[in-house]
T-cell receptor, first 114, second 114 residues
Framework: EPEVTQTPSHQVTQMGQEVILRCVPISNHLYFYWYRQILGQKVEFLVSFYNNEISEKSEIFDDQFSVERPDGSNFTLKIRSTKLEDSAMYFC????????????FGEGSRLTVL | GNSVTQMEGPVTLSEEAFLTINCTYT??????LFWYVQYPGEGLQLLLK?????DKGSNKGFEATYRKETTSFHLEKGSVQVSDSAVYFCALSEIDSGNTPLVFGKGTRLSVIA
């Protein structure tokens, strides 16, 4: 069964460092998303991506964040200069259609900023 | 804005017990409602959904009914199994608005003991 894969599963970084989280969405999907969950809090929407551009982003997704689909298979989230409060589980998701609400999620990448 | 509130966990039940996980929502429009489940070591996956009032979503013995009058979408199962141990997320999306991201609750961890 096709699945969304994410790497790394866990990354520890120093405050101020750049981090890139990688995702391989399901191959025939067209819509891509990043969510995050700070420990004990809600799963929060960060950004959605369609047709090689951001279609929607939340207030969390400030200038420190960027997304890219560099090669037609990977979908990456970059945090330019990490802060302590960026420590969270980051989930990538993809969907075939943007209108059904059914997203397929990866296992998540846990980011710890020290 | 849109939001989802679900009961705090963790919930611990014995095998074959009845399960209810409460979920209420606030939405500006007419959302579709979802329950996602995250089994240990896996990504979130869609469990069931309902797209209009009085619809009942069901899957794997779980059910939830879209109650517009009480803005609720409580998850129920008549007889839980150890394999149901997971984190359950209630979510909504205003699908008619196009590529609208899912809004999640905090998640409720369920542990079923034999």
């Amino acid at each position: 069964e096709p699945e969304v894969t994410q790497t790394p599963s866990h990354q520890v970084t120093q405050m101020g460092q750049e981090v890139i989280l990688r995702c391989v969405p399901i191959s025939n999907h067209l819509y891509f998303y990043w969510y995050r969950q700070i420990l004990g809090q809600k799963v929060e929407f960060l950004v959605s991506f369609y047709n090689n551009e951001i279609s929607e982003k939340s207030e969390i997704f400030d200038d420190q964040f960027s997304v890219e689909r560099p090669d037609g298979s990977n979908f990456t989230l970059k945090i330019r200069s990490t802060k302590l409060e960026d420590s969270a589980m980051y989930f990538c998701a993809s969907s075939e259609s943007g209108s059904t609400g059914e997203l397929f999620f990866g296992e998540g990448s846990r980011l710890t900023v020290l | 804005g849109n939001s989802v509130t679900q009961m705090e966990g963790p919930v611990t039940l014995s095998e074959e017990a009845f399960l209810t996980i409460n979920c209420t929502y606030t939405a500006t429009g007419y959302p579709s409602l979802f329950w996602y489940v995250q089994y240990p070591g896996e990504g979130l996956q869609l469990l069931l959904k309902a797209t209009k009032a009085d619809d009942k979503g069901s899957n794997k013995g779980f059910e939830a009914t879209y109650r517009k009058e009480t803005t609720s979408f409580h998850l129920e199962k008549g007889s839980v199994q150890v394999s149901d141990s997971a984190v359950y997320f209630c979510a909504l999306s205003e699908i008619d608005s196009g590529n609208t991201p899912l809004v999640f609750g905090k998640g409720t961890r369920l542990s079923v003991i034999a």
